[in-house]
């Protein structure tokens, strides 16, 4: 029989603040700070310094859930974006903590992420060189952009602003333009309606980190890898006039001009008309000439930027983060300080003109000479626009930082803005500013966030004897948690701890740290009590408690193995006057054994006879713990064992070395039983599950595994960790383990009811493998596409348009899932209407008996049929005798040239034909409407990409049907347009398709119409209400009788008998 085993699952993840890989945002209030924790959003109160929220996207089937690496914020909504070390993106919902979308379209780290400015539209940029925009309404790619050929670092959108400019785009286009910024030293515009580049800037002459534009769309701030910081003017072409850029607010243009022009590329209904191909060309060139170098200035900084952005809360200034430990925060000007730099640089070159006029012409000839050579509007750079103001200089590495929204502005401070540091914290800085509105020179730390974490990677870690407190050790002293919610209870400071134990009673602790001394530490004081600073004179590897509880060993880098034992010490404290003192625990050294090399680690066996270490030479010794005599020597391993642990019952020593394997060895006569290859990487952990002989291992290769020391096999991988996995602990029962890791993650695996066998396990790896595999085949598109535009540079043309633009989703294992079931779908369609058709021709529908009667002798005549069928049931149930009559009568009863049987009434079924189950009541055009509903829609141009051509045009067939019967209309207008645009040439060259095609065209049409003019009609009556309110409709009036007034208002739009009269009610 196969032996089932029970499955551990992870429970919670706690200990980390901040990722440094994800710079922070702010919600809209700016309460709130969410910060990337490894692969889940942390969302944490900055006034109490508490965590409020953790959104933990949902576990996967098979490997560990990818880390966070960029996050985004659409303003003025709750709507957050998230993307992952797998170039994925999720996007949640900060309100309800909640995630229904999942967007896949990179191959790897997505490394750049924005929002635009409704909220409508998100860009990504991946370490695989591309682009991609999505619609985050349709939950769906809009397209790929490639060109860039290195890591994209940052995108924006710069966007037309009617309300700001004064002006509109050209007829037909959007206005909408993306700009790009790589590695490769270039940034790029892009035109999103003809989805080109349209503009390369390549004189940068460094790598481009980062670059951001300013609250009102005037200046883009480029950050590079060198000591300079780039400014470029964003041209608009169709502007009426320069905005202002910098302190001040700019005035909004009240001309009713603007929306006329921006109509003028919409029709009556407000839908977007086809552009042609002069106003694509237009799109194009307005693109093209998007940026202009303004200048550089240089930075105080000489490392190269990280991060780069604009205070958006009216402040005027510009944060410029490096990789070191400065904050750079530029000071924006105002248009009026601009304008007397300029008048006084205009004034100095009028002057030297002048004077080198006088010495060439003469004094009559100066003036002359200078109204012909002076361009008015000339010499504004980067430095007249930009000055350094003050420098935030946090105590760690600095990582990223957001500014906080307008609501934490208070008199006096000029902006907030929150830092990430790389030792797993972020601190809130205060710019303020004097009474003349100037920033000032040193900015303040407000508040720092740090207790929920360790500042460097979890060395050590043990649970107390009753489970209920856990203790872990890093490089700046130790913390107590309780792992039932992972909330921190105490951090004590000390030494870098390497290993740890729990005292007989739980409530003391022993810490062997890297400079050889062992810590006392009362874990529910907080405090540290007098250790033993002396205690080695090399780090302290390894301690293992005594059975008796009498004391403990430990082991050293200074090649002994010393004993200790626990003692009541005298204390004398120096506030007591009368000197009494107080006694505390304290240890006291019995006696040492030498070894010849370094000891790694070290275990006593539960009877307490033997004690076991691991040393330098790759070996194992043992010995007896009464007289210290050497036993046995282990030897096998090819590098040194860097831990080892021993079973409940003395029976067997596990032990994992540097060489990647684990070794069962027998404690009787010292054989190793088996020698199994475990991890990718050296075993860093090793710990047998209390009374089994089943054991955790943890490698530096990041898995967490369990194994059978019977069968010598694994049993379960438990991906988690995000880098090395540095220690593991069992409880006393063995109901959970934890582990910690260099990730500075503490992840509790819980034992769970569900029960699972070996060989199951052993697939669902070979299917992630599978799935992993499978994605290294969809990088065949782009490069194809930079083969063609690497072929069209070389040869001086045009690279075609499948090279810059392409399909935004990934071929992954769900979409190729979902091209499958869409298949079977459309055969057990096919095959069941075939079915009908051959029964209709062979023995024709029975026509209605009853044509000339009502509804409800219908309804009644399908009642009675039915009480019949079910009598008819219960008879053959009690006389236990059943005949078998034809099968069409048995298993239908015919009601108005229907079909009814044991699965229901299915009126697309002629009489006498049962319908099949798998239908569940649907008719088959409507069950593979109901299959093609089921995916995703950001999978579903991929899965009808993955479709073979025979399916597509069957698919192409049904859409007339769902179109006549005036189903989800967007859903096939788009599945049409789809289809035609992947199959067009095999289209054009299949004979059958040309009726198909022809059924579709004034049917898409139609129903199209319909929907828009549906849509159109909602908007304008929301427009309606909208006005009605700001007029004061259906608001607060300060009048009783207004407000009396009011309320007989809506209460007349909602009467019965006057609602069947009003336009679209219903």
């Not at 964003?234 to 302190?247: H, I, K, S, T």
């Not at 008796?548 to 060993?553: A, E, T």
């Not at 006549?964 to 096939?972: I, P, Q, W, Y």
């Not at 289809?979 to 129903?1007: E, F, N």
Request: hydrophobic residues 35%; negative net charge; charged residues 30%.
């Amino acid at each position: 029989m196969v032996k089932a085993y029970l499955r551990y699952e992870q429970a919670r993840a706690f200990g980390v603040v901040a990722s440094p890989e994800a710079p922070p945002v702010y919600d809209d209030t700016g309460k709130h700070l969410v910060t990337a924790a490894l692969e889940r959003l942390a969302v944490w109160d900055v006034r109490r310094g508490v965590e409020a929220k953790s959104l933990l996207p949902p576990p996967r089937e098979s490997g560990a859930l990818p880390a966070v690496t960029r996050i985004a914020r659409a303003e003025g909504s709750d709507l957050v974006a998230a993307g992952h070390s797998d170039g994925t993106i999720r996007l949640w919902s900060l309100d309800d903590a909640s995630t229904d979308v999942l967007l896949k379209g990179h191959r790897s780290e997505v490394t750049a992420l924005r929002f635009n400015a409704s909220g409508s539209m998100l860009v990504s940029g991946g370490k695989d060189t591309n682009v991609v925009v999505w619609d985050v309404v349709a939950e769906t790619g809009l397209c790929r952009l490639r060109g860039h050929k290195d890591q994209v670092t940052d995108a924006v959108f710069a966007e037309a602003d009617a309300t700001a400019g004064g002006g509109a785009p050209s007829a037909g286009s959007s206005g909408v333009r993306l700009v790009t910024c790589s590695k490769d030293a270039t940034v790029k515009v892009w035109d999103l309606d003809t989805q080109h580049c349209a503009q390369t800037v390549a004189a940068l002459g460094a790598e481009c980190w980062s670059m951001d534009v300013d609250p009102t769309g005037r200046r883009l701030a480029v950050g590079t890898s060198d000591d300079r910081l780039h400014l470029f003017a964003v041209n608009r072409g169709y502007d009426d006039g320069e905005e202002e850029f910098g302190d001040g607010s700019s005035d909004l243009s009240d001309d009713d001009e603007t929306p006329k022009k921006k109509m003028a590329r919409a029709d009556e209904n407000g839908a977007r008309v086809p552009m042609t191909q002069a106003q694509k060309a237009a799109s194009i060139a307005d693109a093209s000439n998007l940026l202009t170098p303004v200048g550089h200035v240089p930075r105080s900084d000489k490392s190269r930027v990280s991060h780069v952005r604009f205070d958006r809360a009216g402040g005027g200034l510009l944060g410029v983060q490096t990789v070191g430990r400065a904050i750079e925060v530029w000071r924006v000007r105002s248009a009026s300080e601009k304008a007397k730099r300029l008048k006084r640089k205009h004034k100095r070159r009028r002057e030297k003109e002048k004077l080198r006029a006088k010495e060439r012409n003469g004094e009559e000839d100066a003036e002359t000479a200078w109204d012909k050579d002076a361009e008015p509007g000339e010499g504004l750079t980067a430095a007249d626009e930009l000055e350094l103001a003050t420098v935030v200089r946090p105590k760690a590495k600095a990582r990223g930082f957001a500014w906080a929204p307008r609501q934490r502005r208070r008199p006096g401070i000029r902006a907030v803005v929150a830092v990430l540091l790389d030792n797993n914290a972020f601190e809130e800085w205060q710019i303020g500013q004097d009474a003349d509105g100037a920033v000032a020179e040193e900015p303040s730390k407000i508040r720092t966030i740090d207790a929920q974490g360790h500042r460097a990677d979890i060395r050590a870690l043990a649970l107390s004897p009753d489970d209920g407190t856990l203790l872990t050790c890093s490089h700046k002293g130790c913390k107590v948690w309780n792992p039932e919610d992972g909330a921190c209870l105490r951090s004590v400071e000390g030494g870098y701890g390497l290993c740890a134990a729990f005292a007989p009673g739980g409530r003391h602790a022993v810490v062997g740290t890297k400079s050889g001394a062992l810590e006392i530490v009362d874990t529910q004081a907080g405090v540290q009590l007098s250790g033993m600073r002396d205690a080695h004179a090399g780090a302290v590897w390894g301690v293992a408690l005594l059975p008796d509880g009498s004391g403990f060993v430990t082991a050293s880098a200074d090649k002994t193995v010393k004993f200790f034992e626990w003692r009541l010490m005298d204390v004398e404290d120096d506030e007591d006057e009368g000197g009494e003192g107080r006694r505390e625990l304290g240890i006291a050294h019995v006696k040492t054994l030498q070894m010849a090399e370094d000891v790694l680690s070290v275990k006593v066996t539960p009877d307490g006879k033997l004690l076991s270490v691991s040393l330098l030479d790759n070996t194992l010794k043992v010995f007896f713990v009464d007289s210290l005599k050497f036993f046995l020597s282990l030897y096998g391993h090819r590098l040194p064992a860097l831990c080892h642990d021993v079973s409940s019952d003395s029976q067997l020593l596990a032990s994992g070395g540097a060489d990647k394997n684990i070794r069962i060895w027998g404690l009787d006569f010292g054989d190793c039983h088996r020698s199994v290859f475990a991890h990718e990487d050296s075993v860093t952990s090793i710990a047998f599950v209390p009374k089994t002989h089943y054991l955790f291992s943890t490698g530096k290769d990041r898995l967490v595994k369990y194994w059978d020391a019977d069968k010598f096999e694994p049993l379960l991988t438990l991906q988690g960790h995000h880098a090395s996995a540095w220690c593991v602990a069992l409880s006393t029962r063995g109901e959970f383990a934890v582990t910690g890791g260099h990730d500075r993650a503490i992840r509790v695996w819980e034992r769970t009811d569900e029960p699972f066998f070996v060989d199951e396990e052993k697939e669902k790896r070979l299917e992630s493998l599978l799935e992993e595999g499978g994605a290294e085949d969809d990088g065949d598109d782009d490069r194809i596409a930079a083969a063609a535009r690497e072929n069209a540079s070389a040869n001086g043309g045009v690279a075609p348009a499948g090279a810059e633009a392409g399909m935004a989703g990934r071929k992954t294992l769900e979409t190729l899932t979902a091209a499958d079931q869409i298949v079977d779908a459309l055969d057990v369609a096919g095959h069941e209407r075939k079915r009908i058709d051959d029964h209709v021709r062979t023995n024709g529908r029975n026509k209605d008996a009853n044509e000339d009667g009502d509804d409800q002798e219908d309804e009644e005549e399908l009642k009675k049929a039915l009480d019949e069928f079910s009598d008819e049931e219960e008879e053959e149930d009690e006389e236990g005798a059943e005949e078998d009559d034809d099968d069409d009568a048995a298993d239908a009863v015919v009601v108005n040239s229907a079909s009814l049987s044991a699965y229901g009434y299915n009126p697309s079924y002629p009489s006498g034909l049962p319908p099949n189950p798998l239908l569940m009541g649907q008719s088959p055009e409507r069950y593979a409407l109901s299959a093609i509903e089921k995916v995703r829609a950001a999978d579903l141009e991929q899965a009808v990409l993955a479709l073979p051509f025979s399916s597509a045009l069957t698919l192409l067939d049904y859409l007339g049907g769902w179109l006549e019967a005036g189903e989800k209309t967007e859903l096939t207008c788009r599945l049409a347009s789809l289809i035609v645009r992947l199959h067009y040439v095999q289209l054009g060259a299949t004979h059958r398709a040309r009726a198909v095609l022809l059924r579709l065209r004034p049917l898409l049409r139609k129903r199209a119409k319909e929907l828009r003019d549906l849509m159109g009609f909602n908007l304008a009556g929301m427009n309606m209400w909208e006005t009605h309110l700001k007029e004061g409709g259906g608001g607060t009036k300060k009048d009783d009788d207004e407000d009396e007034n009011t309320a007989n208002f809506t209460d007349e739009l909602i009467k019965d008998e006057d609602a069947p009269g009003l336009p679209g009610w219903g």
